[in-house]
């Protein structure tokens, strides 16, 4: 029943973050106007607008002028409820599951923007790293040096790694927003965590340029944004981190 209850209001979840990605790069109200084609302009009917169902129950297209809707819409609702689900099942009903779910909220939106723009907005990760704080100060006041450490180490290494590509590349391959990403997701995460976080991420983020080169997605002049994949590692760590360490450790032995 509770299953249900956090599988739908990620789902509802979901449909908001689909507006916050759309509109909050663009600094357009989140409220108004209410949900319309971009195509014809047509508001977007309640019944319409129900996540995931209304896609298919329409085919993925608007009822008015039945222009094609992006498939990222009912992807952004799926992978919302989804990981609120996978959440709620690892962590139960715990401060962790109201921390983590609060974090994997704000990734959702952060990493998408940044995969359509490479732009990571304060407007999303200042409230993130505030309440991130908050939340130890008024749940978890014992775990407050994890907390510190957590967001310092994940700032400290990836200005590291943002001075180390300036020098061997010769560009810039991380930016600031990714400093401050990796820093709120510390602050969640803790310490060391947030490291084992970032290696996941960067291990997924180059399978993914080796996948894309050599199928020619992309190529060498490519900047792909780092956002979200710390969002994919953050998550994987949270989910089965530990068992990836159980499973390294006996690897090294
Ligand atoms: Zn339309």
Redesign the pocket.
Same mark, same amino acid.
């Given at each position: 029943m509770i299953l249900l209850l956090i599988g739908i209001l990620g789902l509802l979840f979901g449909s908001f973050f689909n507006v916050v990605i759309h509109r909050l790069p663009k600094k357009q109200s989140l409220s108004k106007p209410g949900s319309? $084609?971009?195509? $014809?302009?047509?508001a977007v009917r309640w019944v319409d607008n129900v996540p995931i169902l209304s896609y298919i129950i329409l085919a993925g #297209? $608007? #009822? %008015?002028? #039945? %222009?094609h809707i992006p498939f990222r819409y009912p992807l952004v609702e799926a992978l919302t409820a989804l990981g609120f689900v996978a959440l709620y099942l690892k962590f139960g009903i715990s401060h962790d599951f109201g921390r983590y779910v609060i974090l994997y909220a704000f990734l959702v939106p952060l990493a998408f923007i940044d995969w359509d723009r490479k732009l990571i907005l304060n407007n999303l990760t200042l409230p993130c790293t505030i309440i991130g704080i908050l939340y130890i100060l008024i749940f978890d006041i014992a775990n407050w040096k994890t907390m510190i450490f957590g967001g310092l180490a994940g700032a400290l290494i990836l200005v590291v790694f943002a001075l180390l590509g300036q020098l061997l590349f010769k560009k810039e391959s991380m930016g600031m927003g990714d400093v401050k990403l990796l820093a709120l997701a510390g602050i969640y995460l803790g310490f060391p965590q947030v490291l084992y976080a970032l290696f996941l991420g960067m291990i997924i983020a180059a399978i993914y340029i080796i996948v894309g080169l050599t199928s020619k997605n992309i190529d060498r002049e490519s900047t792909i944004p780092f956002g979200p994949f710390i969002a994919i590692g953050v998550l994987g760590q949270l989910l089965v981190g530990e068992t990836i360490l159980v499973w390294y450790i006996g690897l090294i032995r």
């Open positions: 319309h $084609c971009p195509q $014809c302009g047509s #297209r $608007c #009822r %008015v002028c #039945r %222009v």
